[in-house]
């Protein structure tokens, strides 16, 4: 198991390392090149090539069918947030959330439900595994991370992705114990990592985290953020919260939460 996860984060030292040592041969390749000059804004964000290099060869999480749904999915941490914010967003059906991202990356944007909803959708019947020692089968719907991280382009700098939730779950570890997580850009661009606003068929309820939650199915159930509020690309994250990189992490969890 641990030697798992540490040949793993070898393998994303040199990937992210591979990937901006190609990025920038690509670069400076192109700079001298004026028909290409107007390209320039794309070449700085991630290629078409080192998209398809993230995907390689990634596993799938195993998929169930709808006759494999748990009749009783637990809701756990945080089920209702008490912030006045959420709150307030809550109150009026979520109308004027917005999913904000920014950081890293070429054009820092901010989506509404309906935008998320117009983007391509997947849907996928996966198994749940918590640390606490429970499992459920659950449908979850939403838009594969990948979307949403082509519209505002990823830099070539960026290899973490954090997710600021709305929720503190408690007070305990640095005063403010607001849950976040992070993935690597391998988890990212995986195809069944998705941004879900609906579970088994009906919009995601608040206390899965409505209005919107992640589904990373090659990890255990902490790396799956719920209330999403803002999606930040980083180079590094030991400078956020704990350094550790999620709520459980920073409470001594491994970063990579692999099933
Ligand atoms: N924002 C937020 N996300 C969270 C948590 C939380 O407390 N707050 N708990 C995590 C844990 S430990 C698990 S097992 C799952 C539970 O998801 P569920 O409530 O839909 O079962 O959410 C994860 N994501
Ligand atoms: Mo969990």
């Known amino acids: 198991m641990n030697r798992r996860i540490v040949s793993r984060r070898g393998l994303i ?7 901006s040592g190609l990025l920038l041969s690509g670069c400076d390749r192109l700079t001298g090149a004026p028909s290409v000059q107007h390209f320039i804004g ?3 964000s991630l290629s078409l090539n080192a998209q398809r290099l993230l995907l390689a060869g990634q596993p799938l999480a195993r998929e169930y069918t709808a006759k494999d749904l748990s009749p009783m999915f637990k809701a756990n941490g945080t089920s209702m947030p008490t912030s006045d914010d959420y709150q307030t967003l809550m109150n009026s059906g979520f109308a004027d959330y ?3 991202v920014d950081g890293l990356v070429g054009a820092p944007a901010s989506f509404s ?6 983007l391509p959708s997947r849907t996928q019947i996966t198994r749940h595994d918590c640390v606490e020692g429970w499992s459920a089968i659950g449908g979850w719907t939403g838009v594969p991370l990948h979307h949403v991280l082509n519209k505002v382009g990823v830099l ?19 005063g403010s114990g607001q849950y976040y997580e992070s993935i690597d850009l391998f988890d990212a661009y995986h195809p069944q990592t998705i941004l879900a606003y609906a579970m088994n068929g009906a919009p995601l309820a608040v206390p899965h985290g409505a209005p919107l939650r992640l589904r990373v ?43």
């Open 13 to 19: 030292g040199t990937g992210a390392a591979g990937l």
């Open 42 to 44: 794309h070449a700085q």
């Open 98 to 100: 917005r999913l904000k």
């Open 113 to 118: 439900l309906a935008d998320l909803r117009g």
């Open 156 to 174: 070539p700098s960026a290899r973490y992705v954090v997710f600021h939730c709305a929720d503190d779950l408690d007070d305990s570890l640095d």
């Open 217 to 259: 199915e090659r990890q255990l159930g902490y790396k799956h953020a719920k209330y999403v509020m803002r999606i930040e690309l980083v180079e590094r994250f030991d400078h956020m919260q704990g350094g550790k990189g999620g709520y459980w992490e920073d409470r001594g969890y491994e970063w990579y939460g692999g099933i």
